[in-house]
């Protein structure tokens, strides 16, 4: 029994032996064999080139080295010759206010700077009375160049002191900035350092006209004209020119007499005047003949409706020393103390609390003289003549005044105001946009006042 289990066991095992030969030996499938993708050669990636670069190289501190600018004078000196006495004296010793209020109020502010030196340097005024004697005012003006070495000259007033005093400004190059002076001639002369912000006598010819015009109705305007004309240059060159304007302007000269300076009898010219019609009369005296011809037109009753008396009325004193006989007579000023201009009112204030009243007509023109020479200085950046003088040519700024420029010839381009004597006070009447009174007209006869 035990025998048989075994041959069944080994019989099993054979068999089980035999089944894994078959199946170890059946043929495989023949498979085909994986395709291998192609491999693409790929360029080896490039490296970036690194570029050497230089290192940073640092910026060298060059130590700055100061300027060293040439010592600066004390001051910058400026010469004037001025009539405070004499005949034109009421006229210089306005201008000399009007200069020595700028001076002392540039000063205050530091001075005037100056490239040439680095720093800012106050002005200087030497200034000599020469007694209205223009002999006196030459000498003067030579002496104070030779003196303080000046880089410019500062006018004194009247233009045939100014006649005399640019001649030497002239002759040794050395800027001249003058006003109360209307005398168009002098312009003319070639001069290169003259220059003057003040009307002139084409001015005044022409806008006494435009004036009237514009401020009287066609009908009711005073068409007659009487023309008493001093006996100098330039009496000689405005009367000419009102002659020249008035008929194109639709007036007519029916009297033009002439007269020396400091003539005391005027009775012959106003009652030939009178004789001829004329309703309106135009002069140029000194403030002393001024004051005699409207004194004796009173006495004599022959009151035009219209009178401009140029420079005569511009004499604080036109007031008190004609009384109702000086009212209403009119100028051309050159500046008023009512205009709207920056600096006015401060100017005005100073003279009030020396004076006890507003600034007169020539201290505005004087302090603008001063206003602008400061201004050329510090365009110029230097204290030689010739440059200060390129420099004031080229103006173009707003003083006191108003704007200001200068022609080729020196003449300036301002404003030119009517003013008339109004209840003993002096009123702008036009342009009208800067009026500080309405213009009357016709003036009343004498024996109403």
């Not at 500062?154 to 001649?167: I, V």
């Not at 100098?232 to 007519?252: I, K, S």
């Not at 009212?327 to 201009?341: P, S």
């Not at 003289?369 to 003549?385: F, K, M, N, P, S």
Request: net charge negative; proline share 8%.
């Amino acid at each position: 029994m035990k025998f048989r289990t075994l041959i069944i066991t080994a019989l099993l095992l054979m068999s089980i032996l035999l089944s894994s030969c078959k199946a170890a030996t059946e043929t495989p499938v023949v498979t085909e064999p994986p395709v291998e993708e192609e491999v693409v050669a790929t360029e080896p990636p490039v490296e970036e080139e690194v570029v050497a670069t230089e290192p940073p190289v640092e910026e060298e501190v060059v130590p700055t080295e100061e300027v060293v600018y040439p010592p600066a004078p004390e001051y910058i000196e400026i010469g004037a010759s001025i009539p405070l006495t004499g005949r034109f004296g009421s006229l210089g010793s306005q201008v000399k206010v009007g200069y020595d209020y700028a001076i002392a109020d540039i000063n205050a502010a530091g001075g005037v700077y100056v490239a040439e030196y680095g720093t800012s340097i106050p002005l200087r005024l030497t200034a000599y009375d020469d007694e209205s004697d223009p002999t006196k005012a030459v000498s003067n003006l030579e002496n104070v160049f030779s003196e303080q070495d000046v880089v410019a000259y500062l006018g004194g007033a009247a233009s045939g002191m100014h006649a005399a005093t640019t001649a030497i400004a002239e002759k040794n190059q050395v800027p001249y900035l003058g006003v109360s002076f209307a005398w168009w001639n002098i312009h003319q002369r070639g001069y290169e350092y003259l220059f003057s912000p003040f009307p002139k006598s084409p001015d005044q010819a022409r806008d006494i006209f435009l004036a009237l015009n514009e401020m009287i109705p066609a009908e009711q305007r005073p068409t007659n004209i009487a023309i008493f004309q001093e006996m100098t240059d330039w009496g000689n060159e405005l009367g000419g020119l009102f002659r020249a304007d008035a008929a194109p302007a639709g007036y007519t000269v029916v009297y033009y007499a002439e007269y020396a300076p400091g003539t005391t009898d005027f009775s012959t010219l106003i009652l030939e005047a009178q004789a001829a019609g004329a309703n309106m009369l135009l002069g140029m005296p000194t403030t002393p003949d001024g004051i005699a011809i409207v004194k004796q037109m009173a006495e004599l009753g022959w009151t035009p409706e219209f009178t401009m008396l140029v420079r005569a009325p511009d004499a604080a004193t036109w007031a008190e020393a004609t009384g109702t006989a000086g009212d209403l007579v009119t100028m051309f000023a050159g500046w008023h103390y009512g205009e709207n201009f920056p600096g006015v009112a401060e100017l005005n204030a100073k003279h009030q609390a020396e004076f006890g009243r507003p600034s007169d007509i020539l201290v505005g023109p004087a302090y603008a003289c001063v206003q602008i020479l400061a201004d050329a200085i510090e365009r110029a950046g230097t204290l030689d003549r010739e440059a200060i003088r390129d420099a004031i040519g080229d103006t173009d700024m707003m003083t006191v005044i108003g704007q200001v420029s200068f022609n080729a010839d020196g003449t300036g381009n301002v404003l030119n105001p009517l003013v008339q004597w109004q209840n003993g006070e002096m009123q702008l009447v036009w342009p009208l946009d800067q009026k500080t009174a309405d213009f009357v007209f016709p003036a009343p006869p004498y024996g109403d006042r």
